[in-house]
């Protein structure tokens, strides 16, 4: 069935490293896959998309990174902030009955420690 | 734009009360999605439309669920009788399909409380 896992469930590091979190998923089909950020009491906002046309995307200190072959895609920040501290969600579109929605992983909690 | 407007931002209610949550997606926006969030299953999509007309409702968790879509601004979803373990995080999230831009808008979210 349609599932998208995400690993590591927590992630915690000191600022200045870099963090990667990691996706797999299992729909063949899937082509589009974007990154979400969560801070506390808000809604989930994207920050970043890759297409399954490319296989790597970057934008200043985020990145990612997507193996079609093996239905994995990352998700890198470096130089990490107190601010990048969120929970961060995968997520990838499958299609389903003639339309398009995304399943999202469920979540890394990531620290960055001053 | 002032994006996805969700109302109530907090909710308290006893249980076998009726709650009633509601969306304003953006703009011109085709498709709306209501999701619930919770500690032990992360975000679970609930119901979504596409032009105000339900397409998939196989995430609502029990016929005391029901959601609508009255027209282009606006949607509901209704708990009726409420139970604690509706407590969650409830969002509302919206996108254009027409731009290929397949990535959603999520609101602020409503968080339930089911005494």
Known sequence: GENVEQHPSTLSVQEGDSAVIKCTYSDSASNYFPWYKQELGKGPQLIIDIRSNVGEKKDQRIAVTLNKTAKHFSLHITETQPEDSAVYFCAARVYSGGYNKLIFGAGTRLAVHP | ?115
């Open chain 2, 1 to 115: 734009d002032a994006g996805v407007i969700q109302s109530p931002r907090h909710e308290v209610t006893e249980m076998g009360q009726e709650v009633t949550l509601r969306c304003k997606p953006i703009s011109g926006h085709d498709y709306l999605f209501w999701y619930r969030q919770t500690m032990m299953r992360g975000l679970e999509l609930l119901i979504y439309f596409n032009n105000n007309v339900p397409i998939d409702d196989s995430g609502m968790p029990e016929d005391r669920f029901s959601a609508k879509m009255p027209n282009a601004s606006f949607s509901t979803l209704k708990i009726q009788p409420s139970e604690p373990r509706d407590s969650a995080v409830y969002f509302c999230a919206s996108s254009l399909r027409q731009t290929g831009n397949y990535g959603y808008t999520f609101g602020s979210g409503t968080r339930l409380t089911v005494v």
